[in-house]
């Protein structure tokens, strides 16, 4: 079974400061991790993707976000936040044993980047 | 884009009436899948097709249905609408290089139903 969790509801954060929206993850193989973006009445943007290579991964926006293979963990991070940063992100793993690329989804985690 | 679209984007029903939603592909792709999304869940996978008239259960489907009698199109039905499947509904296609499946999907705008 593959499983993935968002512990936070929200982050608030500054503009201009970093930002770090955490995502652990549960597989029986390999994993494959996924970063979406979701703004107000719009379906999920792709921003990024982990399947294998560095563990440091870069995406849109100037989004990364770092596979730690010890710990779990998929957390996204942007250096400096922007206020139209201000979105839904959405944490998701898909096992690389499993059949049809089903991507299993976290709860998901509310930014708000303040001015 | 992808090259997903959705139709309705919005429908209000009532209890006890059949419902279908559908999702249109111009890319092609061998694989579609249904989801829905609802506050604290995340999105959870309803079905999901690998081909024409070939689908397979997701993990919430229970009350739903789909078909799919041509590449492009994947029809999902709710057969006796309930108030606990209102919620908002989006169709997802696999990413596609020279080399197969990218692994990420790509989601379509949405379909949002109230059932009452």
């Known amino acids: 079974a593959q499983s993935v969790a968002q512990p936070e509801d929200q982050v608030n954060v500054a503009e201009g400061n970093p930002l770090t929206v955490k995502c652990t993850y549960s597989?029986?193989?390999?994993?494959?991790l996924f970063w979406y973006v979701q703004y107000p009445n719009r379906g999920l943007q792709f921003l990024l993707k982990?399947?294998?290579?560095?563990?440091l991964v870069k995406g849109s926006y100037g989004f990364e976000a770092e596979f730690n293979k010890s710990q779990t963990s998929f957390h996204l991070k942007k250096p400096s936040a922007l206020v139209s940063d201000s979105a839904l992100y959405f944490c998701?793993?898909?096992?690389?044993?499993?059949?049809?690329?089903?991507?299993?989804f976290g709860g998901g985690t509310r930014v708000l980047v303040k001015p | 884009d992808a090259g997903i679209t959705q139709s309705p984007r919005h429908k209000v029903t009532e209890t006890g009436t059949p419902v279908t939603l559908r999702c249109h592909q111009t890319?092609?792709?061998?694989?579609m899948y249904w989801y829905r999304q609802d506050p604290g869940h995340g999105l959870r996978l309803i079905h999901y097709?690998?081909?024409?008239?070939?689908?397979d259960k997701g993990e919430v489907s229970d009350g739903y249905s789909v078909s799919r009698s041509k590449t492009e199109d994947f029809l999902l039905t709710l057969e006796s609408a309930t108030s606990s499947q209102t919620s908002v509904y989006f169709c997802?296609?696999?990413?596609?290089?020279?080399?197969?499946?990218?692994?990420?999907?790509?989601f379509g705008e949405g379909s949002r139903l109230t059932v009452l």
């Open positions: 982990y399947i294998t290579g560095d563990n």
């Open positions: 597989v029986s193989g390999n994993p494959y």
């Open positions: 997802a296609i696999n990413g596609q290089g020279e080399r197969g499946f990218t692994g990420e999907l790509f």
């Open positions: 890319e092609n792709h061998r694989y």
């Open positions: 998701a793993v898909r096992d690389n044993w499993a059949a049809g690329n089903k991507l299993t």
């Open positions: 097709s690998y081909g024409v008239k070939d689908t």
